[in-house]
């Protein structure tokens, strides 16, 4: 059974940072594209901060580059999401997906 699982959420304080967690199940995270997305309150739909492919190749949102980095640690079949310099524009539930799998996210809270 395939399956994302996130976690690593929290509340901090701006300039605050968290390291998210997606672990999988059911395949290899090395052999596919996996993409973190954040919903932010009141907005639509999920919004893509950051994706990681195979080759390791990694491309950011516009609004995170330089404070968030993406990463994979195959012996553990893990996304991680280390977030830096949080702003109160992060907060969102922040989920991990691959292709049309989506695990149930985990929420950021950036506030005073």
């Known amino acids: 059974q395939v399956q994302l699982v996130e976690s690593g959420g929290g509340t901090v304080r701006p300039g605050g940072s968290l390291t998210l967690s997606c672990a999988a199940s059911?395949?290899?995270?090395?052999?596919?594209?996996i993409t973190w997305t954040r919903r932010a309150p009141g907005e639509g739909g999920p919004r893509m901060v950051a994706?990681?492919?195979?080759?390791?190749?990694?491309t950011y949102a516009d609004s995170v580059k330089g404070r968030f980095t993406i990463s994979r640690d195959n012996a553990k079949n893990t996304i991680l999401l280390q977030t830096n310099s949080l702003k109160p524009e992060d907060t969102g539930v922040y989920y991990c997906?691959?292709?049309?799998?989506w695990g149930q996210g985990t929420e950021v809270t950036v506030s005073t």
């Open positions: 997906n691959q292709g049309t799998t």
């Open positions: 994706l990681i492919t195979p080759g390791q190749y990694t």
């Open positions: 059911g395949f290899a995270v090395s052999d596919y594209s």
